[in-house]
């Protein structure tokens, strides 16, 4: 067996990518300085200040992605001589047309692959509450209503780790692994350790990352070292140094699934901070879903259409997607989700608009980042107003400390409607769950932010009158305990502040 190499954090953040940061910086100050040297020229001035209006112009004719189009629109005003070439500059993916014309053409085949799924479903019964979201997901977004499938919820990493090791010990035909993040230490190489015994004993062991989220966490070439083992890899949109807002759009997803039988999904990364092993921001608190039987096959299909994107290959998706044999002991509905930034559904977004219009009593939400549209606001605000009881959990303890204080730019208008908001004080609160009127919930990868519901690629399960529910809830009712409400007269900050949250929020929407 080969000895597995592990590279220090010093050769992968001095390495070929702070080359590549290099170059993207010398990029953007050659830009810079030709437009700033370039402008003082009157006839250039002119002309590339007319460009930024009709910039303008065209950004008001966008039909998607309304939460963006105002920002952008300051921006290239508020720098009228080169705001227009920056924005051009930034969105025009000539560098990555090839790749954006394999992604329609997927999306396309993920319609027509998940309508099959569709079809081979039992129609949600009467008795659901949510009949119209259910059209809305069959028919606007494709995706299919499971019943005979068996859930286990964890509040923590660490016993989730525990379960996935026994399931991908016991696997037989296939592992397919997609994560955001995959980080050498004790976590991944515990797994890693499983996978080259199965990979031994003739499993199909496949693993997918993103390359900008494993940016500091893996080497360069790390996908041969995972081929050196027999594991087969692919590497989502290999970050290069070129300006070009395609860098922008990140596979977020997390998806484990084993033999079409077992798929685990929910905010979990493959990295020691999340299961506590390393502390970075005090206590790393985050949410997962075990699912197992027929549901377990649409997280197949979702791996399988990424992976046929990057390894430009087609296979028979029968040899991958078989009726489950498991015996369901639970009751209640799922429906597994995906959401990519190129269909212009955007399902994440509509989940949780959803959740927020169909509750009646109490919907309490977890979040790491909270930086979204006026659309979601207004529903948030319009629930709390109508005597809805609605809760945000986010983090006491910052990730990042800007994000942390454009979070905090969104508080005091939410508070003054009603709405109670939580900071989690032992560390980082990283889930991404819904709970409302406790009969139907949410976990998945999708953050309340603007790259999650508009730029990444995203997935998760909603959850109809099902027993996770109430683990959700308790755990939910733990949390706050351990958390610290905020009152309106913590958001008070002088003028200095007030305004870095202000650009911090415009910022937020466009990048």
Known sequence: MKKIKYRSKF??????????????????????????????????????????????????????????????????????????????????????????????????????DFKALCDAQKDAPDSLRDQTFLSFMRNSATLPLYQNTDVRYYPDASPMLGDML?????????????????????????????????????????VMYDDFGSLNCLPYHYQKTLHSFGIKCQVFN?????????????????????????????????????????????????????????????????FLQMWGLLSQTSEP?????????????????????????????????????????????????????LMVGDEIISALKGSAQSGVEVCIITPGIPDKKLIYLTTHSYYRELLEAGVKIYEYTPGFIHSKTILSDDDFCVVGTSNMDYRSFYVNFECGACFYNSPI??????????????????????CKVNFLTKIVQDACRVFALVM
């Open 469 to 490: 529910s109430a683990d959700l809830k308790k755990d939910m009712q733990e949390i706050i305990s351990l958390s610290r409400e905020v009152s309106v007269e913590d």
């Open 317 to 369: 998706l029968s040899d991958f997607l078989t009726e489950s044999t498991h015996s369901v002991s639970s009751t209640g509905w799922i429906q597994p989700y995906t959401d990519n930034p190129l269909d212009n559904v955007h399902v994440g977004e509509r989940i949780f608009l959803h959740a927020l219009n169909r509750t009646q009593k109490r919907i309490c939400i977890t979040t790491p980042y």
């Open 166 to 206: 026994e399931d991908l010990k016991s696997a037989k035909r296939f592992i397919f692994m997609e994560y955001y993040i995959i980080e050498e230490g004790l976590m991944w190489n515990s797994i890693l350790e499983v996978l080259r015994e199965r990979v031994a004993a003739g499993v199909d062991v496949r």
């Open 238 to 302: 290999r970050f290069s140094p070129r300006l070009t807002c395609f860098h922008n759009n990140r596979d977020h997803r997390k998806i484990t699934v084993i033999d079409g039988e077992v798929a685990y999904t929910g905010g979990v990364n493959l990295a020691d901070e999340y299961i506590n092993e390393k502390k970075l921001f005090g206590h790393w608190r985050d949410t997962a879903v075990r699912t197992e039987g027929d549901a377990a096959q649409s997280f197949t299909l979702m």
């Open 11 to 112: 050769e992968l953040l001095f390495g070929n990518r702070l080359v590549t940061t290099l170059l993207l910086l010398l990029q953007f100050a050659l830009l810079v300085f030709l437009i700033a040297f370039g402008s003082r020229l009157l006839w250039l001035k002119i002309a590339l200040t007319v460009f930024s209006i009709v910039t303008c112009l065209h950004l008001i004719t966008q039909t998607n992605k309304h939460a963006f189009k105002i920002p952008w629109m300051i921006l290239v005003l508020l720098f009228p001589v080169f705001g227009g070439v920056i924005y051009w500059v930034l969105h025009l993916q000539t560098v990555s047309t090839k790749l954006r014309k394999s992604l329609q053409t997927a999306i396309q085949q993920q319609h027509e």
